[in-house]
């Protein structure tokens, strides 16, 4: 049962547009989201966080927004750059838990074309 | 600077044999996790431990096993390798309710 979901495996954008990367989660116990981004032969770093307390945070050209009625977030790129082209990684956090694992996506492949 | 190291970039092993990967991280965090990333599968939780000698199955245990002496080190245990634990796999390390960081990762192939 997969509890955080991305629904696109790849996503292509032109350098300077905006990337929109989506995710979806199912279980309502989770409360704090990540995103990560992750190149070729090396481990994910992470990006930008969001707690459920907001629907938005900001980080430079980086902004994660939330709509927990939906159960729904999306990163959002502006301006994108070929440097942004990686693989993208959504996970949640159930911060009430006993434990604390991330659940994560099966991820989104963005490219940025120059 | 935070860190999470991976004793190997590249491992190969022959089938049956007993295979360790070692995670050691600089940042005293209590919680230390193993995860296995496969093309079209994400990321998948192995085994994580919150503290030292404690230890809970994740979503893929079966095949592995994990030991954690000290508070800085996490291994990841192969029993008998099998031909589909060929990966990449990923140690991460956080403390509380934050970010996990991660290693650069191993990309273990199994003949």
């Known amino acids: 049962d997969q509890q955080v979901k991305q629904n696109s495996p790849s996503l292509s954008v032109q350098e300077g547009r905006i990337s929109i990367l989506n995710c979806d989660y199912t279980?309502?116990?989770?409360?704090?989201f990540l995103w990560y981004k992750k190149y070729p032969a090396e481990g994910p770093t992470f990006l930008i966080s969001i707690s459920s307390i907001k629907d938005k945070n900001e980080d430079g050209r980086f902004t994660v927004f939330l709509n927990k009625s939906a159960k729904h977030l999306s990163l959002h790129i502006v301006p994108s750059q070929p440097g942004d082209s990686a693989v993208y990684f959504c996970a949640a956090q159930n911060s009430g838990g006993s434990n604390y694992k991330l659940t994560f996506g099966k991820g989104t492949l963005l490219t940025v074309n120059p | 600077d935070v860190k999470v190291t991976q004793s190997s970039r590249y491992l190969v092993k022959r089938t049956g044999e007993k295979v360790f990967l070692e995670c050691v991280q600089d940042m005293d965090h209590e919680n230390m996790f193993w995860y296995r990333q496969d093309p079209g599968l994400g990321l998948r939780l192995i085994y994580f431990s919150y503290d030292v000698k404690m230890k809970e199955k994740g979503d893929i245990p079966e095949g592995y096993s994990v030991s954690r002496e000290k508070k800085e080190r996490f291994s990841l245990i192969l029993e008998s390798a099998s031909t589909n634990q060929t990966s990449m796999y990923l140690c991460?390390?956080?403390?509380?309710?934050?970010?996990?960081?991660f290693g650069q990762g191993t990309r273990l192939t199994v003949v």
């Open positions: 991460a390390s956080s403390k509380d309710y934050t970010e996990a960081f």
């Open positions: 279980n309502s116990m989770f409360d704090y």
